[in-house]
């Protein structure tokens, strides 16, 4: 059995050094990204099996891609895209301090993921698994994604797999209306949401303090988990009548891409283990605050590393 399977799109993010413009530099860094992975990625780190399924050309880039989530810990499920024009999405991603501000410029029209079909993919193992994991951001691909998103979660929900959603909402995707009618059609096979506080006001139309969100969302959708992401101000959740907060840890941040899902799949990695909801997000937040001091999408770290920052953090001690 499988502990954690996930489903989305991985790209190649390029980035030019920091303090330089994509319009002028001579050089790029190449590193994997995308949500579900990355959460796939973070979950391995911490001593979770995990799958993450995905449809990739069958090139260099899309082999790398495999390479690269293999070596942190991650076995794949995938359905190779031998189309000659079968492509890879990529993303550029433009480091900017205050004002001008980080830009992300997406070039991931009809990449092979936007072609994908469940019933090409081993679905067995998600069948197979304790929890499936895919995001808001995958059935905004495509109306093929969308699908096969939808019978994915079905899949899971018909074997008693634990399904977790996040609504990881991208405004270059689709619009606030199209990702409340896309994710909405999914909700009735989610065990456990999570949202950022923001998302759930201006895509789902959820009013009140991010207590009463998380507890109005519940009640409508019957999660049985509602995690509500409030960016420095932490996180709380909504589990079986009862609230608990979490405050953000600090970091030092070296790169923020990533943050979220590494919160995610920090908290899944711990209720995996078997931790109550308020131990998860305590992991959770340390698993996101050590993903903000390393390079790249994907947080690369060790259970010791994020239980220490949990037990300094409880204990009041300050780094």
């Not at 070596?71 to 024009?85: E, H, K």
Request: aromatic residues 6%; contains cysteine; hydrophobic residues 40%.
């Amino acid at each position: 059995m499988t502990d954690l399977v996930t489903f989305g799109e991985t790209m190649l993010r390029l980035s030019p050094p920091k303090g330089e413009r994509l319009e002028t530099t001579d050089g790029f860094e190449a590193r994997p990204g995308g949500a579900e992975s990355n959460v796939a990625v973070a979950a391995a780190q911490l001593g979770q099996s995990t799958v993450w399924l995905s449809k990739l050309p069958d090139s260099p880039l899309g082999r790398r891609i495999v390479r690269e989530l293999r070596a942190n810990g991650v076995r794949t499920g995938i359905d190779w895209d031998d189309a000659d024009d079968a492509r890879l999405g990529t993303y550029y991603l433009e480091y900017g301090g205050e004002p001008r501000g980080t830009n992300v410029v997406y070039d991931r029209t009809d990449a092979s993921i936007t072609t994908v079909d469940a019933e090409a993919l081993p679905t067995g193992v998600v069948a197979d698994a304790r929890t499936f994991y895919t995001s808001g951001i995958t059935p905004a691909l495509s109306d093929a994604a969308a699908e096969a998103t939808k019978e994915l979660l079905t899949t899971a929900r018909e074997n008693g797999t634990t399904t977790a959603f996040d609504l990881n909402y991208r405004a270059k995707l689709w619009s606030a209306p199209e990702a409340k009618r896309g994710c909405e059609r999914l909700f009735p096979f989610v065990d456990v949401l999570v949202v950022a506080e923001r998302d759930a006001r201006e895509v789902l139309g959820v009013d009140g303090s991010a207590a009463d969100i998380a507890a109005d969302l519940a009640d409508a959708h019957s999660f049985e988990t509602v995690v509500v992401t409030r960016g420095d101000e932490g996180a709380l959740a909504y589990h079986e009548g009862e609230t608990y907060e979490q405050a953000a840890y600090a970091a030092d941040t070296r790169d923020a891409i990533g943050t979220g899902d590494a919160f995610v799949g920090g908290f899944l990695a711990k209720r995996l283990d078997g931790g109550d909801v308020p131990v998860a997000l305590a992991h959770g937040a340390a698993t996101a605050s050590l993903k903000r001091t390393i390079a790249g999408d994907m947080a690369v770290l060790t259970p010791e590393e994020v239980q220490r920052v949990v037990d300094e953090e409880t204990a009041g001690i300050s780094r």
